[in-house]
């Protein structure tokens, strides 16, 4: 019997895990008797669960909240919650206060509790952690130079879950996200959003803005793919990791020419029309300090599978979001 | 006129740099017109200070300190205040007071003080952010791998200080300080000692404990050396630096047979059969986890400059502590 706690269950990634939660079942090889979904927003309970489900709306980073979200002990702990990357730049304070202290709460929560509790604890990290100039590809023992708040936020995660796993103070794995690609719903405001509305408005039959150059090159997984690292790093071995409980996730290494190709090859040359180019200056500086393509060894040696290409990223955004072409 | 502040300034290494400081009597081209010194036991006044010296005792962690420490808004803060590896392993609560947090609130003050003050900041790292296994010798580009909580904290640091600095908060600089040898005064109980110790005890017509083979590699430099660091992590040019604002001191990397060596070169055959090899396997352990050499191309570019030789780090000990031999 497993209990399951998903902070930062509404948003788009966190949806999809709790579905696929709720599909197998199970987890580390033993039945899900409960959920706990926290978000700033209430979550929705998922259709089809098969057990108690409770829902918690809250910041999870307020003084007394963690405390209060492991009290029942849960047995595998996501943590998605974050402010995302233009938000944290701009507002720093609540970067800092959500990304970084909201973590080290939750940590710190989980140390104290006593009982020699130590849950698996997945903390979703981000290749922001990485910043310009690169070698290609980015080893795995490259190191970690952030050039945005997020980036730095999600570094200092990734050293205190490192640290309070080596203590026997929890259980932690670190995944570094690529950028999730093709993102359903409506474009966003991030810089990143162009890399999925390139592919899912054409695929809507509707035209999308592409603002930097064909030849920009960037490290991209689908939300499927993205799902199942976080189901992977629930139940990895942790004595396989070893103590460095952090690593960069395996995606697809392609151009903005590698996806209008896919987008051409799976939807057709008129949609690749629906591109319109209008370059953006600003977006191009923020871009040319991501991360371009990694060799992840690593994570591939210890079970994280990546898209098989980007094909296979934009069939995965046709089947899962149930789009006519 | 410049206003040096300098945290941790009873220290070793601190009265050092206070001393070179009083010596030089300017710092980045500007004569120094008052010092800050501050420790937890009460720094004492510098002799032939040419300038007021204002001695705090206080432990700049606590609420409230930080900001009082940079009232008069000194041009310089140096740093160098920590709880030590050992202590940070063993008290927990004590390590990431000091370490992380206390690093955190005199950021963050400085972040907060207004009227655009944006002081150098020379941060003390250490080469304890890096964590076996190595590849060898360790490349700038090496990621973070701490192996100890003091690792961990001295690595956050680095993160919110170059962050910070990127958004145009501070001016910070981080140097991670190799192993310093040959640490005068007694014996302390960091594992590390006895890099110290074999030198020093003969030196000094006693007999010391190896408690490793001879075949163990280590990345140290003089005290002298360290002071080098500091005054020029100083000076050095923001601009030329970049983004990446922290980096790995240049050092000398020896075997302890390389310093058996230099012993015996400069202190005579007698005082090399001083040293009595005790195996203790929990340090050999401990030290297995050590980084052992690294190539500090990055920092030798910008003009930081290391000990000629592991001789030359054993005749600065005799000079600087005037020792007869």
Known sequence: MTHVLVIGAAGMIGRKLVEKLVEN??????????FTLVDVVAPETPPNAPCPVDLVACDFSESGRAEKLIENRPDVIFHLAAIVSGEAETDYDKGYRINLDGS????????????????????????AVFGAPFPDPIPDDFHLTPLTSYGTQKAVGEFLLSDLTRRGMMDGVGIRLPTIVVRPGKANLAASSFFSGIIREPLNDQEAILPVGDDVL?????????????????????EAIGPRRNMTMPGVGATVADEIDSLRRIGGEARARLIRRVPDEA?????????????????EGLGFKADASFDAIVRAYIDDEGINI
Do not use: Q
């Open 25 to 34: 079942g199970n987890l580390r090889d033993r039945e899900i008797s409960r």
């Open 104 to 127: 080290r709460h939750l940590f710190e929560a989980i140390r104290l509790a006593g009982d020699s509790y130590c849950p698996r604890v997945v903390y979703t990290s981000s290749i």
């Open 218 to 238: 960037h490290w991209m997984a689908s939300p499927r793919a993205a799902v199942g690292f976080l189901l992977h790093a629930a139940e990895v071995d942790g």
């Open 283 to 299: 977006i191009r500086l923020i871009v040319s300090g991501w991360p371009t393509r990694f060799d992840t060894k690593r994570a």
